[in-house]
């Protein structure tokens, strides 16, 4: 069946600008993850969504960084005036619950801040 | 809230020789524990976790988990190693209605 779907794969952009990251996760999935996977700074946790519940922002960096999901579906990660810091591989896993399902991982979006 | 650590950077073994790729963890009550690989190019992939029971856990291509509560770990196993076993190995950690969290990976390389 289809995996974690994200989009796009690689995004490059200038400092300053607005960029959207897409996650489509497994159908049926009702946790979704974002993390940030730098080099040599591991998988970092970002904000994390479980069914209806308040989403978990505690991983958000900044102010600049904020995610929504959609109808309980699709999830779209949003970094305003972006940084060179921000330059990173984001990824977004999927379960069916939360705590103690196996994450289903995208592919991942490479972003470069120019 | 929860922790873990992979206090290795990278691991060389040789071919043949038994891995163990070191673990620990920090979280108030029973832990729920993982294993993930990342191979080169590839996307994150599960091999193992632990909830409750065993303490030995098996996983995918022959890796298991000892879950030892005491010490707070969970180290990776596997008796033979293989070349094709070099990748990116991540540890993370979860407590009921929380977020899982990782380590910040070891890089195994095994060496023919």
């Known amino acids: 069946g289809a995996g974690v779907s994200q989009s796009p794969s690689n995004k490059v952009t200038e400092k300053g600008k607005d960029v959207e990251l897409r996650c489509d996760p497994i159908s049926g999935h009702t946790a979704l993850y974002w993390y940030r996977q730098s080099l040599g700074q591991g998988l970092e946790f970002l904000i994390y969504?479980?069914?209806?519940?308040?989403?978990?922002k505690s991983g958000l960096p900044s102010d600049r960084f904020s995610a929504e999901r959609t109808g309980g579906s699709v999830s779209t990660l949003t970094i305003q005036r972006t940084q060179q810091e921000d330059s990173a591989v984001y990824l977004c896993?999927?379960?069916?619950?939360?705590?103690?399902?196996?994450?289903?991982f995208g592919n991942g979006t490479r972003l470069t801040v120019t | 809230a929860q922790s873990v650590a992979q206090p290795e950077d990278q691991v060389n073994v040789a071919e043949g020789n038994p891995l163990t790729v070191k673990c620990t963890y920090s979280v108030s009550g029973n832990p729920y524990l993982f294993w993930y690989v990342q191979y080169p190019n590839r996307g994150l992939q599960f091999l193992l976790k632990y909830i409750t029971g065993d303490n030995l856990v098996k996983g995918s291509y022959g890796f298991e988990a000892e879950f030892n509560k005491s010490q707070t770990s969970f180290h990776l196993k596997k008796p033979s190693a293989l070349v094709s076993d070099s990748a990116l190995y991540f540890c993370a950690v979860s407590h009921r209605d929380d977020k899982i969290i990782f380590g910040k990976g070891t890089r195994l390389h095994i060496l023919p």
């Open positions: 896993a999927s379960s069916l619950s939360s705590y103690n399902s196996p994450l289903h």
């Open positions: 969504f479980q069914g209806n519940s308040a989403p978990d």
